[in-house]
């Protein structure tokens, strides 16, 4: 018997309970490819743990399960961590560790390591066959593959072999074709393979009724250009007809040129409501290195007939392209801003991806990179670090928004009518049948010995609490906790908040005792502003009755205590707009503040950062004002 475990690793984020994308898709169609081999047992980690647990309690699950053979999907957001995760496996023996998925690339070295034992290029479900199979398919490190064209058109969704967990956030990914008609140069997305190879139209259909008889709130065709899609209008006319109710909403990505009026109507008859469009840059001469041949004109005629239907289309723009410059970059935002296409505006630092022409071709192309994902341009001929900056800056004025918003605010730190302030050692939260810290509380007169058996059940991310009263000479114990949390949990982001404390933190000394593995991806995107590595994976927040802002830097932010027994008015909300956020934790019955939620959340949630101290009422807020953006099923607090 080889019993094999399949994972994939989430995108980091700071605030606990968001949906994270972190869908293992890859890994559910491994499983689906493996049945009928005798002797062989796949399992695939659910969403549900892979994405919450932090890295100590992930590595334990993971160890519990004893499988021979463990499985990582990479992208360039988990490299490190399934490095770690492997590395920590093989410890002592260990099962065998296969590396697949977009980040393992013949040309990436960062990938290759003694604890991966087999390295899968492209699609693995022939050689994921093979691996389970024998022995003799484990010999050499690294191996490229390509799923047969008759089982992937075939095959039905892993959703309809109950692989996945839709209800985990309301949605479905249906992968209806591989491969990519275009060949851009920072982007990976065909995979060298030499044709499209598109899932049987009838194989789309069940997966699509399938969503739509069990109320699946959004389904996401994974096609890079759905447009190219062969009998495209006669699915979209079948797909309107199982959604005839419009119960389901459906996404993907567009080449918006080839929107005529008949297959914009479709595609509103279907239930379509937003397309992602990847203009990147208007610069002819940065379209014609990246060889993505684009007729401007044609673009915004199919983007404007998508609006008129009330379909938004999410334009991407790319910042730090070869070819382009400042003044390029400025004149496509002003391309986008001029013809009303602002509605949902997506702006990118370069990534210089492993199997990439612009990586291959870097040199030739003056791009200079961070060595490490997520592989964020630092400088090109045309860019200085000063007009990344610059160019931010004029973007989130023309589009009158923020690209690098502080995180989401939850300093929630009781749960219901539980009044045992401070003592308790956390707020926990059930990830599968167990149950995690998510909020670990530091007092005074707390132990190290509980700290480090807290260490050990993390979640992914984590706050650590600090009691109110904190003082100068808290500053040691404190820094003992986050070096005792921190090295078991080297990947997790976390958020410090400290509840109206004597002194104010000095962020200096605590990073001093973080043990994040540094660079940490979350440093990524704006690395050259932060000179010391790993500031971004950590957030300090002060939560205060002062009204004066006092706590405002970088990865820093100051909230309002609201504490009284009435509930806020709207100029009084706008009276601690000068802070980052509100927190109202006033003695007022759960009835009364659940009534308040209900005639606040369309005018307040947008203007001002609101949170509450009792996690459940927190909890009933953002499900309440951010539907789409929180998995409820994640938010089960103890």
Sequence with gaps: ????????????????????????????????????????????????????????????????????????????????RSLHMAGRLKEGGGPRIVFGGPEITPDNRLARSPAVDRRVFGEGETVFRRLLSGPAAWKGRGVGARAGADTFRAAESPYLCGLLEPELENIMLLETQRGCPYRC?????????????????????????????????????????????????????????????????????????????????????????????????????????????????????????????????????????????????????????????????????????????FRRRRSELGLHAAPRPPYTVLGTGGFSPEDFLQAYDYAESRFDTVFFPLPDLDASWRLGDRARPWTEPGLRVRVGAAAYTAKLIVARGQTLGAVRRAAGRLTQPYQVLVAPGFREPDHRHLQEVLRITTTANPFSPLEVVFFEPEDLPRRAALLAAVRLRRPHFLDGDLRYLFPRSGDRAVLLTVVSADPAGRFQGEMERQVYWWRRPELPRPRELAGFRHLDGILIDTPAPAGAVADWQDRAAAKTAERYHIGFGDALLHRRWVLRTRPDEYAGPALQWL
């Design 1 to 80: 018997m080889v019993r094999a475990l399949l994972l994939q690793l989430p995108i980091p984020r700071h605030t606990f309970g968001l949906k994270t994308g972190n869908i293992p898709l890859g890994a559910a169609c491994l499983k689906l490819a493996a049945r009928g081999i005798p002797g062989a047992e796949v399992d695939v980690l659910p969403e549900s743990l892979a994405s919450y647990l932090g890295d100590a309690a992930l590595l334990e699950l993971l160890r519990r399960r004893q499988p021979d053979v463990v499985g990582f999907t990479v992208f360039s957001w988990n490299l490190e």
């Design 185 to 357: 140069g920072f982007c990976f997305y065909n995979k060298s393979r030499p044709r499209l190879l598109f899932a049987e139209e009838q194989r789309v259909l069940r997966a699509v009724a399938w969503a739509v008889e069990r109320r699946i709130g959004q389904v996401y065709l994974l096609d890079p250009s759905l447009n190219v899609r062969p009998g495209l209008k006669r699915l979209l006319t079948e797909i309107a007809r199982l959604n005839a109710s419009r119960a389901v909403r459906f996404f993907s990505e567009i080449r918006a040129e080839g929107v005529d009026d008949d297959l914009a109507d479709r595609f509103a008859a279907a239930g379509f409501d937003w397309f992602e469009v990847g203009l990147q840059t208007t610069n002819p001469r940065a379209l014609r290195l990246m060889r993505r041949p684009t007729r401007l004109p044609q673009v915004l005629a199919g983007a404007q007939r998508l609006k008129a239907r009330g379909i938004t289309p999410s334009i991407d723009l790319i910042l730090g392209l070869p070819g382009d410059d400042l003044a390029g970059f400025m004149r496509s935002v002003d391309w986008v801003a001029e013809n009303d296409l602002q509605d949902d505006v997506q702006v990118f630092p370069l990534a210089v991806l492993p199997g990439t022409d």
